[in-house]
């Protein structure tokens, strides 16, 4: 069963890390996703707590509202 996609992307600091997009099917499951973004960033080997810590770490944050313009700010031609 495919939920998702997953694209290999860089931060502007080098960070490599894969930015999910779930499947409509799943974000109608689970309504409170819809407003979010996960990232999977692996985790160096030197960076993790023992040897059983995980390789990846899954990240959900909530998208930032979009940007309105105020009457006032638009051309109005």
């Known amino acids: 069963m495919n939920i998702g996609s997953a694209w290999a992307k860089t931060s502007e600091k080098g960070t490599r890390f894969l930015s999910v997009a779930l499947d409509e099917t799943i974000l109608e499951l689970y309504l409170q996703l819809k407003n979010c973004t996960l990232t999977l ?6 960076d993790r707590k023992s040897d059983k810590s995980p390789t990846y ?3 959900l ?4 509202p979009a940007e309105t313009k105020e009457a006032d700010d638009i051309d109005w031609g």
Not at 61 to 64: A, D, F, L, R
Request: aromatic share 16%.
């Open 41 to 46: 960033f692996y985790v160096k080997e030197e």
């Open 57 to 59: 770490q899954l990240v």
């Open 61 to 64: 944050n909530k998208k930032k």
